[in-house]
């Protein structure tokens, strides 16, 4: 069984919101690149969601999670969300208006991540609400972690340090950016190939209701007749049989390119380059 990640992640919220570009804790090139083409399939993962805060201690063991899996080299104030609103002489914003339009907040620094470093996992299975929006969780239950992430005999970035007690481990961005990249890559061949599937399916029953003696509508000369009416068949099966040539060659192709290996591979850090920019959720 494929795992979500081949999948479409669908992005719920409105076409403004999917095209906002937030740029990543972690700072990579790639990692924007997967972003955009993510949104362009409207998938979450071409999203962000808010770093934590660290004004608490349980925030503070996340995000010191968050940044040894993305950003090593930078301190827990360069990657922590932070939020004073409330506290003395410091009044921060009053209203969700002035939050949504981004004006300036004296007390509040929003720093994001980008959702494709999250495994599709715990996207679809435990970051997705009743409403519909996907919401970053503290933690997953230590059972979530080893029989679904860890379900293909690989770590996925999860490790002991990440724990949080016996029980629960940390959510954190531990995603391998060379699977997000392949998990692009089928993503954006399933849809290819529904588009196709759905416009093959959809001209049938069209050419089946223009054959359709109900159908038809007869000038002065009245219906046509029988080697009329089989040049119109004629030319109908052939219309179908060449959008059905041009579906299978398709299929063939994003077969044979899906075997091959990328030539934007980097045998560096086994990450794939994809050319394409970044953005956010809640």
């Avoid at 930078?74 to 004073?84: F, G, L, Q, S, Y």
């Avoid at 060379?178 to 089928?186: H, I, M, P, V």
């Avoid at 002065?220 to 009329?228: I, K, L, R, V």
């Amino acid at each position: 069984m494929s795992r979500p990640g081949v999948r479409l992640i669908p992005f719920n919220g409105n076409k403004t919101t999917l095209e906002k570009v937030y740029p990543c804790i972690c700072g990579k090139p790639e990692c924007a690149a997967l972003s955009e083409s993510y949104r362009k399939v409207g998938d979450i993962r071409g999203t962000f969601t808010r770093t934590p805060t660290a004004n608490k201690t349980k925030k503070s063991k996340k995000a010191e999670r968050f940044r040894r899996h993305l950003c090593p080299q930078k301190t827990i104030k360069e990657i922590c969300t932070v939020d004073n609103r409330g506290k003395k002489n410091n009044p921060g914003i009053r209203t969700r208006r002035q939050a949504e339009q981004e004006v300036e907040e004296p007390g509040r620094q929003i720093k994001y991540v980008a959702w494709h470093h999250f495994d599709p996992c715990f996207i679809s299975q435990k970051a997705l609400t009743r409403k519909g929006k996907y919401v970053c969780v503290d933690t997953v239950p230590d059972a979530f972690v080893k029989s679904v992430i860890q379900s293909d005999g690989e770590s996925n970035g999860y490790t002991d340090a990440d724990r949080f007690d016996k029980k629960f481990y940390f959510a954190v961005p531990s995603y391998p950016l060379s699977k997000a990249s392949g998990d692009l890559e089928e993503v954006e061949k399933n849809t290819r190939l529904q588009v196709l599937t759905d416009e093959v399916a959809a001209a049938a029953p069209r050419s089946s209701r223009r054959a359709s003696p109900a159908n038809q509508t007869h000038g002065p000369q009245g219906p046509p007749t029988a080697p009329d009416r089989m040049d119109q068949l004629m030319k109908e099966n052939l219309e179908l049989k060449e959008k059905l040539q041009v579906y299978e060659e398709t299929i063939r192709f994003l077969n044979e390119s899906t075997q091959e290996p990328s030539p934007q591979q980097s045998s560096e850090n086994g990450t794939t380059t994809v050319t394409n920019s970044d953005q956010f959720t809640e």
